[in-house]
């Protein structure tokens, strides 16, 4: 059976994320909701890239139905790729407030890894190293089964390998030995379906993430700030005096 982004809903799922685009962060309301919790510039980088996720899967789901709407079949499954690589940073960022809290992950060692994830890049200058891609697909994998799998069949579209090249573009007759281009990827069934059905597990798995998982574990990060405070502000102190 075929399926469309149509049927899935995704027009209208990518149109709600349009309208619910967060315009500001404000430090100030940060700190007004709980001085003892905000005081840390941590918890502002986490609020600013969750909610820079938002903007950019908005951007990518729009991308998406342009080019499906346009049989861009190969440049669709490349952008969905890309859309699932935002998700699973969302996911890595909820999975890693969860190892801070349950003490599997030190303080210092948290502020690091959200620098990495708010500020991470490869161009040089004052980035920090990224977060690896892979290592945030498999943590959302394991919250979201079937990502994985969706991920690397998209990877084989998005490289220049078989699928994405002469699978993509070619037919050949062999006993005529005759090889005959075309956009072969565009009116491939299978792949419009897969494609549909990826955009709605990844989307929605999205949306989980955004709406439910993060919401719960920032309230408890507030809360295990709250109880950590005079530990982190002693052990903060002892740093500046070295």
């Known amino acids: 059976m075929k399926y469309t982004i149509d049927d899935m809903g995704l027009r209208e799922r990518i149109q709600t994320w349009e309208s619910s ?15 003892m919790a905000h005081k840390w510039k941590v918890t502002y980088l986490i609020v600013l890239s969750r909610e820079a996720t938002l903007w950019r899967m908005s951007d990518l789901g729009r991308a998406l139905v342009r080019l499906v709407d346009s049989h861009d079949a190969l440049a669709a499954r490349i952008v969905l790729r890309s859309a699932c690589e935002t998700a699973a940073l969302l996911a890595y960022l909820n999975k890693k407030i969860e190892s801070l809290i349950e003490g599997q992950l030190s303080f210092d060692d948290f502020n690091t890894l959200v620098r990495r994830v708010a500020l991470g890049g490869k161009n040089g200058g004052d980035y920090f190293e990224p977060v690896n891609v892979m290592t945030a697909i498999q ?40 090889t005959t281009f075309h956009r ?57 005096d070295r």
């Open 21 to 35: 685009l967060p315009r500001e962060v404000s430090a100030e309301a940060l700190l007004a909701r709980c001085p």
């Open 139 to 178: 943590h959302f994998s394991k919250e979201h089964p079937l990502i994985q799998e969706i991920y690397d069949r998209l990877s084989e579209d998005a490289h220049p390998n078989a699928s994405g090249l002469l699978y993509a573009y070619s037919d050949t007759n062999p006993e005529l030995l005759e």
């Open 184 to 240: 072969k990827i565009a009116s491939a069934d299978a792949t419009s379906s897969h494609t549909a059905t990826s955009a709605d597990l990844i989307f929605l798995s999205y949306e989980q993430q955004y709406n439910s998982i993060w919401p719960a574990r920032f309230e408890s990060l507030e809360q295990w700030l709250r109880e950590k405070d005079a530990s982190l502000v002693a052990s903060a102190h002892l740093r500046s």
